[in-house]
């Protein structure tokens, strides 16, 4: 790929001074040497005032004195160092997320510092209770706690007060409702205690539970920002760039949210769509795969509309970008996907349904703890004290960490294995499906084409073929580009046409039927069945025709085999048709299959399915399963699906197999496994507290121990989950 | 016990300054790529030259 030919001042952004500033995701840095090279690479081309690597997320960061050199430039120079460079839109690096983290992490420090020198206050006063400590410096004690306890509440709780009362307001209940609660509860009473001259203040307890919560979310969005810093990257990798034709005539390569409706962009042969639009000059040969499923080409020219994800396989296309248009395709492709991800929303995530049982239960337990003080003959002062010891002790510390600790280890080792997840509460979802549905284009099927029948074909055809396909960008040449490793010398690619060269005098060609100049008649006879023709002339023999289709990914029978292994049931939705969609049904075995669905088809079955109780986890890549992907029980893509689909899904797969698939079950299962036992550990944990606290024996030593050490058990046996990272059936990647 | 009356500030304020070297390192992007930090650390010798000043 030149990038040489290619206008990047899109991608720029000015910092000021006369310095301009470029972002550029990197492929294939691996080690610290990597690194070093890269910088110093960099670092000795004059211009360039700072170039850093980003080792966490491959980002080089680029910076230079504006008109010294061109962001081509840097890019060239990255790849005569060896590495291929993407430039990054601006316009798509997150930033509110970073806000947040950041956020996060300022409420986790504070929530630290309190805690640190609060426990060292409050282990005097333990200690001094046992001995001898007089009243007035446990006075003083309990209120520099007070002190450091009240503002670091306020700022470090926030994210929690915040979450509960949004909860709250929409007549709901999260897990940060009990946890504001308690806090909220143990600071006042202990403000109470501090007042009055009381024995027992809870301030490290309200603040040490906050600290281990937020130490939780903190590790949580770390997790998350990395899997979206690499989504982000592949984005970039995947180049979502267009043409844009601009008024005068010349033509500039922009990201894609630089585009505007009415726009006109170039779309090259070979060149994936990446807006919605409608052909203005140009005829050409359209792959829909990606769309709907289908495998055969569909022919367009002016006034056809055309879609992003689409392939142009024959010719050179000026497309009018176009808004969201009624009664097309996309538009009913987006109307069921805002209903389903509407559906989608009133689902429960597994700890906030743990929420909904505990806050009741507990709640009920400290009323009735004060009543029976009451009743029992005591002030209603103690009774409150009990009623809110009952409500301390309880404090979901376990049960906020229960659910949350394990979804970072299980979304860390699924980062490993090669899926991305986008919901953090997928994990548990996968663990649930029960059945597999598959899109059968472009992910039961490799997206890239393969021969249909190497063998046929004399090897010595297929090598020379390969070097021909080696210079051309077709699509379907890719099929052949493996069987060789250098291109033929002086070839010349005629777009939509094919590839020639002349070697010792003889013409060797590849490319289309005319091309090679085959007859009628043998274009005839070689056109049968599902799959695509590319055709081969050496000088004036007859031309060969190899054919070429959407091969199974290699692994895709040995997945569904694992699947129905673990006793899931398979079935294979697609759009394509009838034929297509058996052949490859027939050869992975699979009895479940309909063919020629529309994307309201698949949500139907989809809805059929979940009407008989069955947990659906959707597997697809195109446009038309984007909706079906939402509506789904959950949901996962291959790398190489469509935007749209991408975001629709709960995760997204990386590599050329299918076995991320069974990976993602498996750990999730595990996962599943351990957020039981820690919720059932949670529960037992109650059990035991609660009759302690409501007979008043709960001090703040005990408090202190009983949260802590619960929420040191849930860690750890979240941490159990990473052994089986050595188990796995995936090679890492 | 007077001695709580220095000890106690001292404590506070060694803890403060934590913080305050936290929160600072934080903002100055210390944070921002620990894999990276600790790579570079072993190869100081080939880093850029800018970085060497």
């Given at each position: ?87 990054f839109?601006?316009?798509a690096v ?30 005097s ?28 509440v ?13 909860a ?105 769509l ?19 499923g ?5 022919a ?8 992003a ?99 970072v ?12 997840l ?14 597999v ?124 085999e ?6 899931l ?7 394509d048709?009838?034929e ?41 890549d ?34 050329e ?21 820690n ?45 089986m ?9 | ?53």
């Amino acid at each position: 790929m030149g990038f040489h030919d290619r206008d990047l001042k899109s991608f720029v952004t000015a910092v000021g001074d006369g310095i301009e500033h470029i972002d550029l995701a990197v492929e294939g840095v691996r080690c610290a040497g990597c690194m070093a090279k890269i910088e110093k690479g960099l670092g000795t081309v004059p211009g360039i005032t700072r170039a850093r690597l980003n080792f966490t997320n491959r980002r080089l960061a680029v910076e230079w004195k504006t008109g010294e050199l061109a962001p081509a430039d840097v890019v060239e120079k990255v790849a005569q160092l060896g590495y291929r460079a993407h430039p990054f839109d601006p316009g798509a690096v997150a930033g509110a997320e970073a806000a947040e983290a950041r956020r996060l992490m300022k409420a986790m420090a504070v929530a630290g510092f309190a805690a640190m020198n609060i426990m060292l206050l409050s282990v005097s006063v333990w200690a001094g209770n046992a001995s001898d400590i007089t009243p007035e410096t446990r006075d003083l004690f309990h209120w520099l706690s007070a002190l450091i306890a009240i503002p670091a509440v306020a700022y470090s709780g926030r994210p929690f007060f915040e979450s509960a009362f949004h909860a709250l307001s929409n007549r709901a209940v999260n897990m940060d409702v009990p946890i504001t609660l308690g806090v909220l509860l143990a600071v006042g009473m202990s403000l109470v205690e501090t007042f009055t001259g009381g024995r027992h203040a809870y301030f490290d307890a309200a603040v040490m539970l906050l600290f281990f919560l937020l130490v939780g979310r903190f590790l949580d969005m770390n997790m998350r920002r990395r899997t979206r810093a690499q989504a982000e990257n592949l984005a970039a990798l995947k180049g979502e760039t267009a043409t844009k034709v601009l008024p005068d005539g010349s033509t500039r390569v922009v990201p894609v949210s630089a585009i505007d409706p009415g726009d006109r962009v170039l779309v090259a042969v070979g060149e994936r769509l990446s807006v919605d639009g409608i052909i203005e000059t140009g005829k050409t040969e359209i792959d829909q795969s990606l769309v709907t499923g289908e495998t055969t080409y569909a022919a367009a020219g002016p006034g056809d509309r055309v879609y992003a994800g689409t392939l142009n396989m024959t010719g050179a296309l000026t497309v009018q970008v176009t808004a969201a248009a009624k009664g097309t395709l996309l538009d009913e492709v987006n109307t069921l996907l805002e209903a389903a991800q509407t559906a989608r929303s009133t689902r429960l995530a597994l700890a906030d349904k743990a929420a909904g049982y505990y806050a009741p239960l507990v709640h009920t337990a400290a009323a009735l703890t004060f009543v029976g003080w009451l009743v029992a003959g005591a002030g209603w002062q103690p009774a409150m004290m009990a009623a809110i010891a009952v409500l301390i002790i309880t404090c979901p510390c376990a049960l906020g960490l229960a659910v949350p600790a394990v979804q970072v280890v299980a979304s860390g080792l699924l980062f490993r294995s090669g899926v991305l997840l986008n919901s953090g509460d997928a994990v548990e979802r996968f663990a649930d499906a029960d059945m597999v549905v598959f899109d059968k284009t472009g992910t039961l099927t490799s997206p890239e084409p393969t021969l249909v029948d190497p063998d046929a074909i004399p090897a010595e055809t297929l090598a020379t073929a390969g070097r021909l396909a080696l210079s051309s960008k077709h699509p379907l040449a890719a099929a052949l580009k493996a069987y060789a490793t250098a291109p033929m010398p002086g070839a010349t690619e005629e777009p939509g046409q094919g590839v020639r060269a002349q070697i010792d005098g003889v013409e060797y060609r590849l490319g289309s039927a005319a091309f090679c100049s085959a007859s009628p008649d043998q274009v005839g006879e070689a056109e049968r069945g599902t799959h695509s023709l590319v055709w081969f002339r050496k000088g004036d023999a007859a031309p060969l025709p190899i054919a070429v289709e959407q091969g199974l990914r290699r692994d895709a029978r040995e997945v569904i085999e694992k699947l129905k292994e673990r006793g899931l049931g398979v079935m294979i939705l697609s759009g394509d048709r009838v034929e297509a969609v058996d052949a490859a049904a027939d050869e992975l075995g699979v009895a479940d299959r309909r063919a020629g669905l529309k994307p309201a088809d698949k949500i139907a079955v989809l809805e059929d399915l979940s009407r008989q109780g069955r947990k659906v986890l959707m597997v697809g890549d195109g446009l038309n399963d984007a909706p079906a992907l939402a509506s789904a029980h959950v949901s996962i893509s291959p790398v190489t699906a469509v935007h749209l689909s991408q975001a629709a899904a709960d995760a997204v797969f990386l590599g050329e197999t299918l076995m991320p698939v069974v990976t993602a079950i498996d750990i999730s299962r595990r996962a599943r496994r351990a957020m039981d036992q820690n919720l059932w550990f949670a529960a037992l944990y109650n059990l035991c507290a609660v009759p302690v606290a409501v007979f008043g024996f709960v001090t703040p030593l005990i408090a202190a121990l009983a949260m802590s050490g619960s929420s040191v058990i849930v860690t750890l046996n979240a941490l159990r989950v990473r052994l089986m990272a050595g188990k796995l059936e995936a090679p890492r990647q | 016990m007077n001695v709580l009356f220095i000890l106690i500030p001292v404590a506070l304020g060694l803890g403060l300054l934590g913080l305050a070297a936290f929160l600072w390192s934080m903002k100055s992007g210390q944070f921002d790529d620990l894999d990276g930090a600790a790579w570079r650390a072993i190869s100081d010798d080939d880093l850029p030259s800018e970085d060497k000043k």
